[in-house]
């Protein structure tokens, strides 16, 4: 059996001193030596792309782990393609070190790209809305208006989308005899990380790019805590769409394509018609029974989907009652509701003698504002009587 010494003598034998002459070396050349090593293998593997995005993030389907570049679907919406990272980063017009600051999950952060505040809910409690920072908004506006826009929606969906509004959305449902809407429960958040990255892939990007493009549109929701002098953002729940997000209305409606698709195949079974915004789903049929069966079945398909139908918001309108639809009366054509109406009139009215803020009994934070909001919903369908109203509303003081 060979020992080590007779391994040892047999390479002191055999080594060629002009090969390397690593003992003519000082120690602080073989230091050097070594960090330039470290150094190239640094650089050479920032050139690479990453496979990796976060701790949180492991348990990555085969599917979307082995998708590549597929450049014929890319083209068929006029997608921007990218060959790696750096392409990637070059046309959102930041560096690539940027570029992986955005895109990577932490559990634990030092930094939180969003701010977070709430807003009350018309059916009670709050809605709680992350609005990007900056550098975050300037990113997904990019991603928005030069990749997701190329996208086509459905019919079906008038949410968010240019030229279509809660009119276009309530106007198929005029003069039917059963008005059904459905509201999906936690739409946005429902919609998660991976989901947003196989819509990515599914669009022809290969699994680096779609997980960068998913991660720079999804967030968790964080809490702040205190270490010490410093503080920490620590993540609650899953990566998923946040309403505040200026990409996150446009991925929804992406997301829902297969929902739409599959609710409008049913209701034009059934000789129904069938619209969506955002999660508000209406069917309008000739009869209840008809309504019934579409309910029945829809919420098979939604479930089927992945979205959860909210048990408490079911409702079914007759047309010997007020049909509405996103806010809008439906029985004999699209208006505003007359009550609402009434109710703006009537607050400039008394305004003119008490000043607005004597009527602003809900105590809502810049009620002018929400007067204008107001008085927007009415311009819709009832321009002229908006216009009146902004006049004096104008005229009326705090």
């Known amino acids: 059996m060979t020992n080590a010494a007779d391994v040892l003598q047999a390479w002191r034998l055999n080594w060629q001193p002009d090969e390397f002459e690593w003992r003519s070396l000082t120690w602080e050349n073989r230091v050097d030596l070594n960090r330039e090593e470290r150094e190239q293998r640094k650089r050479e593997r920032a050139r690479r792309d990453r496979l990796s995005f976060g701790g949180r993030l492991w348990g990555v389907g085969q599917a979307h782990r082995s998708a590549e570049l597929d450049s014929e679907r890319l083209a068929r919406y006029g997608l921007p393609a990218f060959a790696?990272?750096?392409?990637?980063?070059?046309?959102?017009?930041?560096?690539?070190?940027?570029?992986?600051w955005y895109s990577y999950d932490r559990k634990v952060s030092p930094i939180y790209h969003y701010t977070r505040y709430t807003l009350p809910k018309r059916g009670g409690g709050q809605r709680v809305i992350l609005a990007p920072k900056r550098t975050l908004k300037a990113i997904q506006h990019k991603i928005l208006f030069e990749l997701l826009a190329k996208v086509p929606n459905t019919d079906a969906a008038h949410g968010f989308i240019k030229g279509r509004s809660i009119a276009t959305n309530a106007a198929p449902h005029v003069g039917k005899a059963c008005v059904l809407n459905l509201?999906?429960?936690?739409?946005?958040?429902s919609i998660t990380y991976p989901r947003v990255r196989g819509l990515f892939v599914a669009l022809g990007y290969g699994f680096t790019i779609a997980s960068v493009l998913a991660l720079l549109c999804t967030e968790s929701e964080r809490i702040s805590v205190q270490?010490?002098?410093?503080?920490?953002?620590?993540?609650?729940?899953?990566r998923h769409?946040?309403?505040?997000?200026?990409?996150?209305?446009?991925?929804?409606?992406?997301?829902a394509r297969r929902l739409d698709a599959r609710l409008h195949g049913l209701a034009a079974k059934q000789g129904a018609a069938y619209t969506r915004y955002a999660d508000d789903l209406t069917f309008s049929a000739e009869s209840a029974e008809v309504a019934t069966r579409l309910l029945r079945a829809a919420k098979r398909i939604i479930a089927d989907e992945?979205?959860?139908?909210?048990?408490g918001k079911i409702r079914f309108f007759r047309q010997s009652a007020r049909q509405v639809v996103t806010g809008l009366v439906v029985n004999d054509k699209v208006s505003v509701p007359r009550d609402l109406r009434r109710r703006v009139r009537a607050i400039l009215h008394r305004a003119v003698?008490?000043?607005?803020?004597?009527?602003?009994?809900?105590?809502?934070?810049?009620?002018?504002a929400y007067l204008h909001g107001l008085i927007g919903h009415i311009a819709l369908q009832h321009p002229e009587q908006a216009a009146q109203m902004l006049a004096k509303l104008r005229e009326i003081r705090d």
């Open 84 to 100: 790696n990272e750096r392409a990637l980063a070059e046309w959102l017009g930041i560096s690539l070190k940027r570029l992986r």
């Open 183 to 189: 509201d999906l429960k936690d739409f946005f958040p």
């Open 227 to 238: 270490r010490g002098d410093k503080t920490r953002y620590v993540a609650i729940n899953a």
């Open 241 to 255: 769409l946040v309403q505040g997000a200026p990409t996150s209305p446009a991925i929804a409606n992406l997301m």
């Open 306 to 311: 992945g979205l959860t139908l909210h048990m």
């Open 353 to 368: 003698q008490t000043g607005l803020a004597a009527q602003n009994r809900e105590g809502r934070q810049h009620f002018r």
